[in-house]
Protein backbone atom coordinates (compact mmCIF):
# COMPACT_ATOMS: atom_id res chain seq x y z
CA UNK A 1 0.00 0.00 0.00
CA UNK A 2 2.42 2.83 1.32
CA UNK A 3 6.03 2.65 0.05
CA UNK A 4 8.74 5.41 1.18
CA UNK A 5 12.53 5.56 0.79
CA UNK A 6 13.42 9.43 2.03
CA UNK A 7 16.22 11.59 1.56
CA UNK A 8 17.06 15.15 3.54
CA UNK A 9 19.01 17.93 3.45
CA UNK A 10 19.66 20.72 6.32
CA UNK A 11 21.50 23.84 5.85
CA UNK A 12 23.32 25.28 9.06
CA UNK A 13 26.33 27.74 9.35
CA UNK A 14 29.08 24.89 10.59
CA UNK A 15 28.66 21.68 11.98
CA UNK A 16 27.25 18.43 10.44
CA UNK A 17 23.25 18.26 9.35
CA UNK A 18 21.58 15.39 10.38
CA UNK A 19 18.54 14.18 9.40
CA UNK A 20 16.25 10.83 10.20
CA UNK A 21 12.56 9.43 10.31
CA UNK A 22 11.48 9.35 13.54
CA UNK A 23 11.13 5.82 15.25
CA UNK A 24 6.96 4.40 15.13
CA UNK A 25 6.57 6.32 12.04
CA UNK A 26 4.39 5.44 9.64
CA UNK A 27 3.72 6.20 6.14
CA UNK A 28 0.65 7.81 7.38
CA UNK A 29 2.49 10.02 10.04
CA UNK A 30 5.89 10.05 9.19
CA UNK A 31 7.47 12.47 11.06
CA UNK A 32 11.41 14.07 9.66
CA UNK A 33 14.14 15.22 12.44
CA UNK A 34 16.47 17.66 10.68
CA UNK A 35 19.03 19.49 12.41
CA UNK A 36 22.67 20.74 12.70
CA UNK A 37 24.07 17.80 15.21
CA UNK A 38 24.78 18.12 18.06
CA UNK A 39 21.70 19.99 18.73
CA UNK A 40 19.01 17.75 18.16
CA UNK A 41 16.23 20.24 19.96
CA UNK A 42 17.49 23.36 17.51
CA UNK A 43 19.35 24.34 14.84
CA UNK A 44 16.81 24.57 11.96
CA UNK A 45 17.41 28.28 11.99
CA UNK A 46 18.80 28.14 8.52
CA UNK A 47 17.01 25.63 6.81
CA UNK A 48 14.98 26.86 3.78
CA UNK A 49 13.07 23.73 1.97
CA UNK A 50 12.42 20.44 2.91
CA UNK A 51 11.34 18.09 -0.55
CA UNK A 52 10.05 14.51 -0.95
CA UNK A 53 10.36 12.47 -4.24
CA UNK A 54 10.48 9.26 -5.11
CA UNK A 55 13.64 7.59 -5.80
CA UNK A 56 14.08 7.72 -9.60
CA UNK A 57 16.99 6.75 -11.92
CA UNK A 58 15.76 9.38 -14.28
CA UNK A 59 14.06 12.49 -13.38
CA UNK A 60 12.48 12.29 -9.74
CA UNK A 61 8.37 13.03 -8.93
CA UNK A 62 8.06 15.71 -6.41
CA UNK A 63 5.59 14.21 -3.94
CA UNK A 64 5.55 17.29 -1.31
CA UNK A 65 8.00 20.30 -1.06
CA UNK A 66 7.90 23.42 1.94
CA UNK A 67 9.63 26.89 1.88
CA UNK A 68 10.59 29.07 4.66
CA UNK A 69 10.33 32.84 3.30
CA UNK A 70 12.16 35.16 4.63
CA UNK A 71 10.95 38.30 5.27
CA UNK A 72 11.99 42.05 6.07
CA UNK A 73 15.74 43.21 7.51
CA UNK A 74 16.85 40.98 9.46
CA UNK A 75 14.52 37.88 9.80
CA UNK A 76 14.98 34.62 11.25
CA UNK A 77 13.16 31.84 10.13
CA UNK A 78 11.80 29.59 13.03
CA UNK A 79 13.70 26.91 14.01
CA UNK A 80 11.37 23.72 13.27
CA UNK A 81 13.58 20.38 13.94
CA UNK A 82 10.30 18.02 12.94
CA UNK A 83 8.48 17.96 9.99
CA UNK A 84 5.12 16.33 9.64
CA UNK A 85 4.49 15.10 5.90
CA UNK A 86 1.53 17.25 4.09
CA UNK A 87 1.23 18.95 7.34
CA UNK A 88 0.82 22.63 7.54
CA UNK A 89 3.85 23.98 9.04
CA UNK A 90 3.93 27.51 10.71
CA UNK A 91 6.05 29.69 9.51
CA UNK A 92 6.22 27.66 6.27
CA UNK A 93 4.83 27.58 2.71
CA UNK A 94 3.55 24.47 0.76
CA UNK A 95 4.95 25.16 -2.81
CA UNK A 96 3.55 21.34 -3.73
CA UNK A 97 0.89 19.73 -2.35
CA UNK A 98 1.36 16.30 -0.77
CA UNK A 99 0.83 13.23 -3.01
CA UNK A 100 -0.48 10.09 -1.52
CA UNK A 101 2.81 7.87 -0.36
CA UNK A 102 2.31 4.48 -2.23
CA UNK A 103 4.96 1.67 -1.58
CA UNK A 104 8.52 2.03 -2.49
CA UNK A 105 11.41 4.60 -2.28
CA UNK A 106 11.46 8.06 -1.57
CA UNK A 107 13.56 11.16 -1.18
CA UNK A 108 14.06 14.08 1.25
CA UNK A 109 15.97 16.74 0.72
CA UNK A 110 16.83 19.73 3.12
CA UNK A 111 18.30 22.67 1.90
CA UNK A 112 19.49 26.19 3.37
CA UNK A 113 22.63 27.99 4.55
CA UNK A 114 24.62 27.02 1.57
CA UNK A 115 24.64 23.10 2.26
CA UNK A 116 22.21 20.11 1.90
CA UNK A 117 22.15 16.57 3.41
CA UNK A 118 20.06 13.38 2.12
CA UNK A 119 18.93 10.25 3.65
CA UNK A 120 16.96 7.48 2.37
CA UNK A 121 13.81 5.72 3.70
CA UNK A 122 11.21 2.89 2.54
CA UNK A 123 7.39 1.93 3.10
CA UNK A 124 6.29 -1.17 2.81
CA UNK A 125 3.11 -2.59 2.12
CA UNK A 126 0.65 -1.82 5.20
CA UNK A 127 2.86 1.52 5.85
CA UNK A 128 5.64 -0.02 7.89
CA UNK A 129 8.83 2.39 7.43
CA UNK A 130 12.35 1.92 7.31
CA UNK A 131 15.07 4.24 7.53
CA UNK A 132 17.69 3.25 5.35
CA UNK A 133 21.40 4.78 6.64
CA UNK A 134 23.93 5.88 4.82
CA UNK A 135 27.49 7.26 5.47
CA UNK A 136 27.65 11.23 5.79
CA UNK A 137 25.45 12.42 2.86
CA UNK A 138 26.19 15.79 3.72
CA UNK A 139 27.51 18.29 1.21
CA UNK A 140 28.43 21.84 0.40
CA UNK A 141 25.84 23.31 -2.11
Known amino acids: MFGIAVAATLACVSGRDEVHIEPGSRAD ?68 SALPMKSGCYVVMLYGGGHWASTQFWVYEGGTVQYLPVTDRARSR
Open 29 to 96: SLIIHAFLAPDSANGGARLRELTVSRCSAGSPTTDWTIEHRVTGLGARPSDPVFFRYAANIPGWTTTQ
